[in-house]
């Protein structure tokens, strides 16, 4: 009986020390598992931070695309590219790293065909393109201003844009037999005149009109006005041709869908476009036009000739920082997520 209480005791103690041995181990991998579950977790979040960190700086430099490297987030770091797949929209790839654990999430965005590509300062489209002139001190500038006309640090546009390297050799021809090169300045020295990615003006031109904030009868109006402010811009659409002579001041998105002629005292900081069968832009005349920010011309038909006539002393210039504050103080500078996956 003693031997049988020895033997029972000695079978207790062995089955307890296995018992015991297996519960520090199954506590040893749990613990091992919670930690690279953690680990896990943290490296998703540090990737997804990188995505929406980027998705803040398209926001305001639709055209970045420098992407990050080693970027410091919650511990961890990030390294970020950003490549372009599309018309207006960008792949973000992001690899978050921590402790040792490494994860990736890819998103597609699109930045939206709302914030024009600008490649010049007064961008025209057609076919055949007609520039004409009376006086010479006029000036079309695709280098770039700040909001109180400064120089800017953004990169230069050309002073005119034209679809078409045969109308860019035309209207470089018209500007030399006018004596006016020097009056077109920007990318590329003066005459700065090149050609423009493909653009569907139209389907801009109908989307701007949409979302008017303000509409104005067709006609000539030759009073004192003010349209919005830099902080509040608004989108005036005229639904026919426009001629102001009067003392006018404007910011936002100028849309008319017939001839537009600015004679007066017009500044407009911003976006203006003017699009019809046959259309004219007139700048000038008696006054002393400004437009600050970028010109968008073009005729909805390919046999009509787009006409610009520059008489006077007018100024269209080139802004980026003015396009940005305008964008977005107007709530276009969205960028939409369509795609994402980890």
Wanted: aromatic share 8%; charged share 15%.
């Amino acid at each position: 009986m003693g031997q049988q209480a020895i033997i029972i005791t000695v079978l207790a103690s062995v089955l307890l020390t296995f018992t015991i041995f297996s519960l520090m181990t199954g506590l040893g991998d749990s613990s091992a598992t919670v930690g690279t579950q953690f680990n896990d977790e943290q490296a998703l979040n540090v990737a997804t931070s990188g995505v929406n960190q980027a998705i803040s700086r398209l926001r305001q430099e639709k055209k970045w695309r420098g992407g990050y490297s080693k970027l410091s987030i919650a511990n961890g770091t990030c390294n970020l590219t950003l490549s372009d797949v599309g018309v207006d929209s960008v792949q973000i790839t992001s690899v978050g790293s921590y402790g040792g654990t490494t994860h990736r999430s890819v998103a597609r965005v699109k930045l939206s065909s709302i914030f024009p590509t600008v490649t010049s300062a007064l961008t025209v489209f057609g076919d055949s393109v007609s520039v004409t002139n009376s006086g010479k001190a006029w000036l079309v500038d695709g280098n770039d201003h700040t909001v109180d006309g400064s120089a800017g640090t953004h990169k230069p546009v050309d002073g005119i844009g034209v679809q078409s390297s045969k109308s860019a050799t035309d209207v470089k021809a018209q500007l030399k037999a006018n004596d006016v090169e020097a009056n077109v300045q920007g990318k590329s020295g003066a005459p700065s005149v090149g050609t423009f990615p493909n653009m569907d003006l139209a389907k801009l031109h109908e989307f701007y009109k949409s979302i008017y904030t303000i509409k104005m009868a067709p006609g000539k109006y030759a009073d004192n006005r003010v349209f919005g402010s830099l902080t509040s811009p608004e989108i005036v659409y005229v639904p026919g041709s426009l001629e102001w002579a009067g003392t006018i001041t404007g910011y936002g998105i100028l849309v008319v869908d017939g001839a537009l002629a600015l004679k007066g005292k017009v500044a407009w900081y911003g976006i203006v476009l003017t699009m019809s069968g046959d259309v004219t832009l007139e700048l000038g005349g008696s006054g002393t036009p400004s437009l600050i920010g970028t010109t968008f011309i073009g005729s909805s038909s390919t046999s009509k000739i787009t006409n610009v006539k520059v008489n006077g002393n007018p100024t269209v210039a080139y802004s980026y920082d003015i396009l940005e504050a305008v964008m977005q103080n107007l709530g276009l500078l969205q960028v939409e997520v369509y795609s994402y996956w980890e």
